[in-house]
């Protein structure tokens, strides 16, 4: 079965900076628009960045200028470096194809917290 799995979250002071990884099956990265998504307590989920296949990149207006989105095309794993986290970052974080999406990962839980 295709699978996504997340990894890197942890806790995380104001500022501080965390780099999230995601290991994905070679049917669903290779070829494909990646990118990383988040749920925050009682809100949607929502796209923070994205990246195709090319290595072109988008990001939320919240999170341009601290994150960056990459991609190890060898190695089926894409990445979100997070630096200068704020309190709203604070959310479980996903990884996925873009559009045609596989199943959801378990994500990793951010929490930025003084």
């Known amino acids: 079965q295709v699978h996504l799995v997340e990894s890197g979250g942890g806790l995380v002071q104001p500022g501080g900076s965390l780099r999230l990884s995601c290991a994905a099956s070679?049917?669903?990265?290779?070829?494909?628009?990646m990118g990383w998504y988040r749920q925050a307590p009682g809100k949607q989920r929502e796209m923070v960045a994205s990246?195709?296949?090319?290595?072109?990149?988008n990001y939320a207006g919240s999170v341009k200028g601290r994150f960056t989105i990459s991609r190890d095309n060898a190695k089926n794993t894409l990445y979100l470096q997070m630096n200068g986290l704020k309190l709203e970052a604070t959310a479980v974080y996903y990884c996925?194809?873009?559009?045609?999406?596989?199943?959801w990962g378990q994500g990793t839980q951010v929490t930025v917290s003084s």
């Open positions: 990246i195709t296949s090319g290595g072109r990149t």
């Open positions: 070679n049917s669903i990265f290779i070829g494909n628009a």
């Open positions: 996925n194809v873009i559009g045609a999406r596989a199943p």
